[in-house]
């Protein structure tokens, strides 16, 4: 399984930027997906997450900015984020669980993307 992220890059606050997780070796609806990040000197953290029934969870921080969805046909995992901040620049990863668990911990998911950057500026 490989999942390819992108869509990163240098926005204004209050801006809005998609990120784009490709998926291939696995079907992204047999499974949960889920975003997390990671700003420099802190430690990952979850942002969203998605199971094959369509559940949706989501980290305070994120909630109502932020939305998860996924392309069956395209196989591939989003993450719209609307109403940026400074605080929300990091590394975004997307990630996969095969066993479809509701989870928001980094052990919780097998497979990982290399990660895209994400920059808010003031």
Same mark, same amino acid.
């Given at each position: *399984?490989?999942?390819?992220? !992108? %869509? +990163?890059?240098?926005?204004? @606050?209050?801006?809005?930027?998609?990120?784009?997780?490709?998926?291939?070796?696995?079907?992204?609806?047999?499974?949960?997906?889920?975003?997390?990040?990671?700003?420099?000197?802190?430690?990952?953290?979850? *942002?969203?997450?998605?199971? !094959? %029934? +369509?559940?949706?969870?989501? @980290?305070?921080?994120?909630?109502?900015?932020?939305?998860?969805?996924?392309?069956?046909?395209?196989?591939?995992?989003?993450?719209?984020?609307?109403?940026?901040?400074?605080?929300?620049?990091?590394?975004?990863?997307?990630?996969?669980?095969?066993?479809?668990?509701?989870?928001?911990?980094?052990?919780?998911?097998?497979?990982?993307?290399?990660?895209?950057?994400?920059?808010?500026?003031?």
């Amino acid at each position: *399984v490989q999942l390819q992220a !992108s %869509g +990163g890059g240098l926005v204004q @606050a209050r801006g809005s930027l998609r990120l784009s997780c490709v998926a291939s070796g696995r079907t992204v609806s047999r499974g949960a997906v889920a975003w997390f990040r990671q700003a420099p000197g802190k430690e990952r953290e979850f *942002v969203a997450s998605m199971r !094959s %029934g +369509g559940t949706t969870y989501y @980290a305070d921080s994120v909630k109502g900015r932020f939305t998860i969805s996924r392309d069956r046909d395209k196989n591939t995992v989003y993450l719209q984020m609307n109403s940026l901040k400074p605080e929300d620049t990091a590394v975004y990863y997307c990630a996969l669980d095969p066993r479809n668990m509701p989870g928001v911990l980094i052990r919780d998911y097998d497979y990982w993307g290399q990660g895209t950057q994400v920059t808010v500026s003031s």
